[in-house]
């Protein structure tokens, strides 16, 4: 099978190429750094490649490098439509200790919230990205929580838009 089309085969899920996909269908990191040079391939991060002119996809890049990492705050309430906002900066949540430099360096638009272990997955669920790639985000009531909490953090329209939101489609299941 030609290299280009092996590539093609290997980024279809995320769009992204890891080292080790790669070298598992016979093209090593030293090729993928050659097709680099070459303009045939993007490096889009540490042992991560995407073919030229590939759209990206931000939540499964950033998700890609840690199972401790969770999409919270402004952006999950986007994700469960508790927002109008399209958010300009990714929340996360990670756990106390976690060093988030590299992550903040590679992505200048993240705003980092730190959590106990204990408490990180309370709330945790797998939803889609607007490109299709499965992500971990909090659930709503995990949202409202976290809001409800940092309140004096949180943008006023933000905060009163999705607790309204939230409270009128509760009252709307219970009617119904």
């Not at 590539?7 to 993928?32: F, P």
């Not at 360096?105 to 499965?134: A, C, F, M, W």
């Amino acid at each position: 099978m030609e290299e280009r089309n092996i590539l093609e085969k290997i980024s279809d899920e995320k769009g992204l190429i890891s080292v080790s996909d790669a070298e598992q269908n016979g093209i090593n990191r030293y090729r993928l750094s050659y097709l680099v040079r070459e303009d045939v391939i993007d490096r889009v991060g540490h042992g991560l490649y995407a073919l030229k002119d590939e759209i990206i996809d931000e939540y499964a890049l950033i998700q890609n490098k840690s199972d401790k990492l969770i999409f919270s705050y402004h952006t999950a309430l986007y994700f469960h439509d508790l927002s109008d906002r399209d958010p300009s900066q990714i929340h996360i949540t990670i756990p106390q200790g976690y060093n988030a430099s590299r992550l903040k360096k590679r992505h200048d638009n993240l705003i980092v919230h730190y959590v106990q272990t204990e408490v990180l997955g309370l709330g945790k669920e797998k939803t889609l990205s607007p490109l299709g790639s499965e992500i971990v985000i909090y659930d709503v009531e995990r949202c409202i929580c976290d809001l409800i909490k940092d309140e004096n953090k949180i943008d006023s329209q933000i905060f009163t838009g999705a607790i309204k939101q939230y409270f009128s489609e509760k009252k709307s299941i219970q009617e119904n």
